[in-house]
């Protein structure tokens, strides 16, 4: 049988419930060969959606589809390209623009 605790005992070893998804803007660079995996969310209405992140160090970290397709244009012309940066400015839905950055070796 299960030993009972109190919850604040509890509390002090608790990590956290859900993981939270951090933005590509938060990585000092992004490599062409760090994973991608698509995930599913709900909107604030309930409706599903999909979008990307970027896995690296065990953690997730979503990239805009915006930044795919600069990602793509940018391989179209430069195949060598190994690793870029995004940048953020903005706080809101409405206001944010994101910055694609190829970086060199």
Do not use: C, W
């Amino acid at each position: 049988m299960n030993q009972a605790t109190s919850l604040s005992d509890f509390m002090a070893s608790y990590e956290g419930g859900q993981k939270k998804t951090k933005n590509v803007t938060e990585l000092d660079y992004v490599g062409v060969d760090f994973p991608i995996q698509a995930r599913t969310g709900k909107d604030k209405d309930g409706n599903p959606f999909t979008y990307h992140v970027i896995v690296f160090r065990n953690e997730d970290y979503r990239i805009p589809a915006t930044m795919l397709d600069a990602l793509k244009e940018n391989l179209k012309h430069n195949p060598k390209l190994k690793k870029f940066k995004v940048t953020r400015k903005g706080t809101t839905k409405e206001d944010t623009k994101y910055t694609f950055i190829p970086l060199m070796e």
